[in-house]
């Protein structure tokens, strides 16, 4: 067993940091006050490969693992988890559905656009009503000649309105069937779809979160992921991948948190002394610096049995559970550390629990991960 980065990990994180430091730190704050997303930042990522890296090369990807895609995101969320959530939900869920499940014609047609950043994808499964019960979900397709007509809304979808195409999941049989739904691709421009921002975010502000809207929208066949009613089990296969990012994501939140406080802690002067120099503080670093290391033993191993096509069911929500509270419990000791100027946006740490929140809830709360984890080990 490995515990070191291999030589592509290494390269990647270095890539991302150079790209960080360059494109992400001297902006993220404005991004953050203004709930921006920055499309052209997103569309320099894929430049760079960030956009398809796990898509094989032949589909214009990286061709890399999920090691090479956790390394990167862990990278991005010490900077800027919004941007980090962006970057996951893009590849994992959009880009991951037209790839694991799509036929060659849809691959084709879509990847090489979605892993050069030329496509912005987003991915619907929630609704309004129906976020962590999915299987209730309400927007339906209903067959027409060789289209499918769709009506309804998704809802909290990531880049849903810069995203230039979507995979919806969709119910075309009945209500609580496990083969009554079906994932279709809806490009921006059908007639009948529209998406509409959704502001005023605790965190990851610089992620565009959108309702997206079918008012009749006509969908060739050709548009139907896989067969009809097998979209359920298919957007729960994409979460257990997703899961990992957002894992990833997590540990890198909690990184950022926990070395912002390394070094406040050594700067930072109380009763004559650096405050790392008191139990209070060094014990809260210990916990923090434990917790981490824990949260990526148990992301790496989600990603390698996602590398080795292993059932992960469990371990993806193992990581994904762990490494979400850990990065809240995290940002929460980096505001507690840094005291005043930690409650402050002159100081990273309340943004990075901000940030942190969120990744207890997206792609399955914590209570959600529990009762997929439950299931698993009991059954
Ligand atoms: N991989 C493949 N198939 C799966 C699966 C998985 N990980 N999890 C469930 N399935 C299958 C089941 O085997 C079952 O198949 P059959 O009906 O043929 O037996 C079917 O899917 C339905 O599963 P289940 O009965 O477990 O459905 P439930 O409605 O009870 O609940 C949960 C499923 C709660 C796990 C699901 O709704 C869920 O993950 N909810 C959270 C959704 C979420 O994460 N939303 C956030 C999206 S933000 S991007």
């Known amino acids: 067993m490995n515990f070191s980065l291999n030589e592509n990990q290494t390269m990647i994180a270095q890539m991302v940091r150079d790209f960080a430091e360059k494109e992400i730190k001297p902006f993220y704050k404005q991004w953050d006050a203004d709930e921006h997303f920055p499309v052209d930042t997103m569309k320099k990522m894929g430049e760079l490969g960030l956009l398809g890296i796990f898509i094989p090369e032949e589909y214009g990807g990286s061709g890399f693992t999920y090691f090479e895609y956790a390394t990167a995101l862990m990278e991005l969320g010490k900077v800027c988890g919004g941007i980090g959530l962006s970057v996951a939900a893009h590849n994992s869920l959009c880009t991951g559905h037209i790839y694991y499940h799509g036929n060659e014609a849809q691959k084709k047609k879509y990847l090489p656009k979605l892993a050069s950043g030329e496509f912005i994808g987003a991915w619907g499964l929630t609704e309004a009503n129906t976020g962590s019960d999915a299987m209730r979900m309400q927007t339906t397709a209903v067959k027409d000649g060789n289209d499918w007509v769709i009506n309804g809304a998704k809802n909290w979808i990531t880049h849903g309105l810069s995203g230039d195409i979507s995979v919806i999941l969709v119910r075309t049989g009945e209500l609580l069937d496990s083969n009554g739904i079906t994932a279709f691709i809806i490009e921006k421009d059908m007639p009948g779809f529209s998406a509409v921002k959704i502001k005023d975010k605790l965190g990851v502000r610089a992620s565009e979160t959108a309702e997206l809207i079918f008012d009749n929208v006509r969908v060739p066949q050709e548009n139907v992921i896989g067969n009809i009613g097998d979209g359920f089990k298919q957007a729960m296969q994409i979460l257990d991948g997703g899961r990992v990012s957002i894992a990833?994501?997590?540990?890198?939140?909690?990184?950022?948190?926990?070395?912002?406080?390394?070094?406040?802690?050594?700067?930072?002067?109380?009763f004559g002394h650096p405050i790392a120099q008191f139990q209070a503080i060094a014990f809260k670093l210990a916990d923090m610096k434990t917790q981490l290391e824990a949260a990526e033993l148990l992301t790496f191993q989600a990603a390698y049995r996602k590398n080795e096509k292993l059932h992960m069911t469990k371990e993806g929500a193992f990581a994904k559970y762990f490494a979400s509270e850990v990065s809240v419990k995290c940002g929460n000791e980096a505001v507690q550390i840094m005291g005043g100027y930690g409650y402050t946006k002159e100081y990273p740490a309340e943004k990075f629990l901000r940030d942190a929140k969120l990744m207890t809830i997206g792609e399955g709360t914590s209570e959600i991960q529990k009762l997929v984890i439950s299931r698993e080990i009991l059954k």
């Open 248 to 270: 990833s994501l997590s540990c890198g939140i909690a990184r950022g948190a926990y070395e912002s406080s390394v070094k406040y802690a050594k700067e930072r002067e109380q």
